[in-house]
């Protein structure tokens, strides 16, 4: 089947649904599009009777099993199919289209200009972290005539899966956040991250949109001679026309705001650190690109309040707790650990592993550990996870579980002004808010 005939046999059924389309035989709701997707550890197909018999309107297999049989529609590949009827869609939505990507910040930064463009109209943004190659089309395909702004996170962890997703979209605006040192263990080098992201730009230049740019990134400075349409933000160069004046980093961010060397008036966030500045910035920039005052852009920005641990702050029996726990790279830990070692008081940090690094590994969690030592905290930081303690071996505070580490505070209970706690979500090192609310 052409991709037109099946846009044109799926489609209406769409419309009519009232955009309702699913991809879980579980959720399916009467008069549903279901696609039958298939992955490493399940086959949609296997549900294609039951969603005829749950009510679906449409049923999109892959499976030669079902080629012949008229109830269905057959297509070589379900997920390219979806991918196929989320860039139709789109393309016929009405909304300013917003892309955002980079190593780190992604759903910060989205959630920020989601909080911003809410003033200027109805937006709809990613939900979660539905940045990949099955999220970013039922995000596509979940936008009505009535939204106004769509903000698409777009996620990667190996080459050639950026330039999917971007060729979905023909955007209006976009970000790159920052390039930094993520999923090393499927890019390699930070110079292929570069070039990975690089295709968010890549699509602005072919549809003629705005780019959002960090300048304080040299990767990004220099990618930027390419644009065409450009803003550019900063925390260290005044001749940016967003630039943040950072007076205090942590626990709250105060800067003073400049737009196009004219200050705008003194802020303060609860998205702690100068590099959380940035995503402030990149939802200020946006708001003012689509009509509203950077004063009133950025009052909007710093309204946003950071939860799912992701750079939050939790006071728990008089201890103030940064808690960014849902995932960690070599760039956001650096950045997050340098904004921490400017407070003044007692602190204490807990690293956790971070994933995914590959061949990096051994050298990028011992590099931690010097930046702890350059700062003059490295007495007061505890490694966790099986990395760490294969990198560090010569620390005397690591542990290989969070569970070893809980068992050890049990008879060595801490004594702080401030913690640091961050990992990769597979250490789970949220569970350390159980022996601080014990204490």
């Given at each position: 089947?052409?991709?037109?005939d099946?846009?044109?046999r799926?489609?209406?059924?769409?419309?009519?649904?009232?955009?309702?389309?699913?991809?879980?035989s579980?959720?399916?709701?009467?008069?549903?599009?279901?696609?039958?997707?298939?992955?490493?550890?399940?086959?949609?197909?296997?549900?294609?009777?039951?969603?005829?018999?749950?009510?679906?309107?449409?049923?999109?297999?892959?499976?030669?099993?079902?080629?012949?049989?008229?109830?269905?529609?057959?297509?070589?590949n379900?997920?390219?199919?979806?991918?196929?009827?989320?860039?139709?869609?789109?393309?016929?939505?009405?909304?300013k289209?917003?892309?955002?990507g980079?190593?780190?910040?992604?759903?910060?930064?989205?959630?920020?200009?989601?909080?911003?463009?809410?003033?200027?109209?109805?937006?709809?943004?990613?939900?979660g972290?539905?940045?990949?190659?099955?999220?970013?089309?039922?995000?596509?395909?979940?936008?009505?005539?009535?939204?106004?702004?769509?903000?698409?996170?777009?996620?990667?962890?190996?080459?050639?899966?950026?330039?999917?997703?971007?060729?979905?979209?023909?955007?209006?605006?976009?970000?790159?956040?920052?390039?930094?040192?993520?999923?090393?263990?499927?890019?390699?080098?930070?110079?292929?991250?570069?070039?990975?992201?690089?295709?968010?730009?890549?699509?602005l230049?072919?549809?003629?949109?705005?780019?959002?740019?960090?300048?304080?990134?040299?990767?990004?400075?220099?990618?930027?001679?390419?644009?065409?349409?450009?803003?550019?933000?900063?925390?260290?160069?005044?001749?940016?026309?967003?630039?943040?004046?950072?007076h205090?980093?942590?626990?709250l961010l105060?800067?003073?705001?400049?737009?196009?060397?004219?200050?705008?008036?003194?802020?303060?966030?609860?998205?702690?650190?100068?590099?959380?500045?940035?995503?402030?910035?990149?939802?200020?920039?946006?708001?003012?690109?689509?009509?509203?005052?950077?004063?009133?852009?950025?009052?909007?920005?710093?309204?946003?309040?950071p939860?799912?641990?992701?750079?939050?702050?939790?006071?728990v029996?008089?201890?103030?707790?940064?808690?960014d726990?849902?995932?960690?790279?070599?760039?956001?830990?650096?950045?997050?650990?340098?904004?921490?070692?400017?407070?003044?008081?007692?602190?204490?940090?807990?690293?956790?592993?971070?994933?995914?690094?590959?061949?990096?590994?051994?050298?990028?969690?011992?590099?931690?550990?010097?930046?702890?030592?350059?700062l003059?905290?490295q007495?007061?930081?505890?490694?966790?996870?099986?990395?760490?303690?294969?990198?560090?071996?010569?620390?005397?505070?690591?542990?290989?579980?969070?569970?070893?580490?809980?068992?050890?505070?049990?008879?060595?209970?801490?004594?702080?002004?401030?913690?640091?706690?961050?990992?990769?979500?597979?250490?789970?090192?949220?569970?350390?808010?159980?022996?601080?609310?014990?204490?």
């Amino acid at each position: 089947m052409e991709w037109s005939d099946f846009i044109d046999r799926v489609y209406p059924a769409f419309i009519e649904s009232n955009y309702q389309l699913c991809t879980d035989s579980r959720a399916l709701k009467p008069g549903d599009v279901f696609f039958c997707l298939t992955g490493d550890r399940f086959d949609g197909n296997n549900f294609a009777v039951q969603a005829i018999e749950q009510g679906a309107s449409l049923v999109i297999v892959d499976s030669e099993a079902f080629k012949s049989d008229s109830r269905f529609v057959y297509v070589e590949n379900s997920l390219i199919a979806l991918q196929q009827l989320a860039k139709y869609h789109f393309a016929q939505m009405p909304c300013k289209k917003i892309i955002v990507g980079g190593s780190n910040g992604k759903t910060t930064t989205k959630e920020v200009s989601k909080t911003v463009l809410n003033a200027a109209g109805i937006t709809l943004a990613t939900p979660g972290n539905w940045n990949n190659h099955i999220g970013v089309p039922l995000t596509l395909l979940s936008i009505t005539p009535s939204h106004e702004y769509a903000i698409i996170e777009l996620g990667t962890n190996h080459p050639g899966e950026m330039k999917v997703l971007c060729d979905l979209i023909a955007p209006d605006a976009g970000i790159i956040t920052n390039i930094g040192k993520e999923h090393l263990e499927g890019f390699g080098d930070i110079e292929t991250v570069a070039k990975e992201e690089s295709e968010v730009y890549l699509s602005l230049m072919s549809s003629h949109g705005l780019a959002i740019v960090n300048i304080d990134d040299s990767w990004l400075n220099s990618m930027k001679k390419r644009l065409d349409k450009q803003l550019t933000i900063s925390t260290l160069n005044k001749e940016a026309d967003f630039f943040a004046d950072i007076h205090n980093e942590m626990p709250l961010l105060t800067f003073d705001l400049y737009h196009q060397g004219v200050q705008v008036g003194s802020f303060s966030s609860p998205l702690s650190g100068r590099y959380n500045a940035y995503n402030l910035l990149f939802g200020t920039a946006l708001g003012v690109f689509y009509g509203l005052n950077a004063q009133e852009s950025m009052s909007l920005a710093c309204q946003y309040v950071p939860s799912n641990n992701r750079s939050e702050w939790r006071t728990v029996n008089g201890i103030q707790i940064f808690l960014d726990a849902y995932n960690a790279n070599p760039s956001s830990m650096t950045f997050a650990i340098q904004s921490f070692a400017t407070l003044k008081g007692n602190k204490q940090l807990f690293l956790g592993d971070m994933l995914e690094l590959g061949d990096h590994s051994e050298t990028e969690h011992s590099a931690l550990l010097e930046l702890c030592t350059s700062l003059g905290i490295q007495e007061n930081t505890f490694l966790v996870g099986e990395e760490f303690c294969e990198s560090c071996p010569k620390h005397p505070y690591r542990f290989k579980t969070i569970d070893n580490l809980l068992a050890w505070l049990d008879t060595h209970p801490i004594e702080c002004e401030y913690a640091f706690i961050k990992g990769s979500r597979g250490i789970k090192m949220e569970r350390l808010l159980e022996h601080f609310q014990s204490t």
